[in-house]
């Protein structure tokens, strides 16, 4: 049956958990050969084995250029190339300003800003080089609308992240590559259960226009979206997902 990511490779970083693999998952089900990549080498290889389609895992820390040249490559080798590339890996910190020192400032900015530029760059040179109407989501988060508390480096480091999304939109779409950013409200993924943002669920509902707690599926759906032909004519944009905690 022809679905309608069929033919497609999509790179999902930081998807051994989480709402990257709940991306993963849906990507996967839609048709797609899913590269399942992650820091955590057993964590990526024991989610690719629960999706369709041939997904596989790749160790890589996006914040280490030689790891993610050498996934991009056995990428290449195994599937042709990159159509789809979903920017979900990152740090989910929660830190009080008093605590906010130049090391973590460094590692967030490193691993959440500077990791999605490497993936970006080296996955975005590999669609151009292979002629592919290539797509590019990022995840950011709607803390960079709220401005939430214990989160400034993570909060500066999304703004960084739809900023450059924004102006990979205007770099790329004269070689038909699209780039858009998703902003989650909070999500009950693995990370957050075992974070005191577990706590947050009650206020946050409090502010949702629409009831419930997130959860990665909610975000996994627009990403599709995003991520298939029903979206060309979106980039450049910011799609907030929160059940409308915040209205931008
Ligand atoms: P999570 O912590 O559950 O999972 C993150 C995954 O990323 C983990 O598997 C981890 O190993 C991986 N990872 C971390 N550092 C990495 C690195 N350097 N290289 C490769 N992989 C790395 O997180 P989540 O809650 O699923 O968040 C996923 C994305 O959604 C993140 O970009 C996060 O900022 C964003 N987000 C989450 C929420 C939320 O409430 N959960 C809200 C808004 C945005
Ligand atoms: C509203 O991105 O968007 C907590 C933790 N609360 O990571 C987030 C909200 C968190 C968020 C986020």
Redesign the pocket.
């Known amino acids: 049956m022809s679905e309608r990511l069929s033919g497609r490779t999509a790179l999902v970083?930081?998807?051994?958990?989480?709402?990257?693999k709940a991306i993963a998952t849906r990507l996967a089900a839609d048709g797609a050969t899913v590269v399942v990549?992650?820091?955590?080498g057993q964590?990526a290889r024991e989610a690719a084995a629960t999706m369709k389609n041939g997904a596989f895992a790749i160790t890589?820390?996006?914040?280490d250029p030689d790891a993610v040249a050498a996934m991009l490559r056995e990428i290449e080798d195994k599937t042709g190339g990159v159509d789809i590339l979903v920017n979900?890996?990152?740090?989910?910190p929660f830190v009080a300003w008093d605590s906010v020192d130049l090391a973590h400032w460094r590692k967030i900015i490193d691993?959440?800003l500077t990791?999605t530029f490497i993936v970006t760059r080296a996955a975005t040179d590999q669609m151009r080089a292979k002629k592919k109407a290539g797509r590019v989501i990022s995840?950011?988060?709607?803390?960079f609308f709220a401005g939430t508390p214990n989160m400034a480096a993570?909060v500066a480091a999304?703004g960084g992240v739809i900023g450059f999304s924004r102006a990979l939109a205007t770099e790329l779409g004269q070689y038909g590559i699209t780039a858009n950013a998703v902003?989650?409200?909070?999500?009950?993924?693995?990370?957050?259960k075992e974070s005191p943002?577990n706590q947050a669920f009650e206020f946050v509902e409090m502010l949702q226009a629409v009831k419930g707690k997130?959860q990665?599926e909610h975000?996994a759906d627009v990403v599709a979206f995003l991520a298939s032909d029903d979206a060309r004519w979106i980039t450049g944009q910011t799609i907030n997902v929160d059940a409308g905690m915040v209205r931008h």
């Open positions: 970083t930081g998807a051994a958990q989480g709402i990257g990549s992650d820091i955590n964590g890589a820390d996006i914040s979900n890996a990152s740090i989910v691993v959440n990791g995840i950011a988060s709607n803390t993570y999304k902003t989650p409200g909070l999500i009950e993924s693995e990370g957050v943002h997130g990665p975000i």
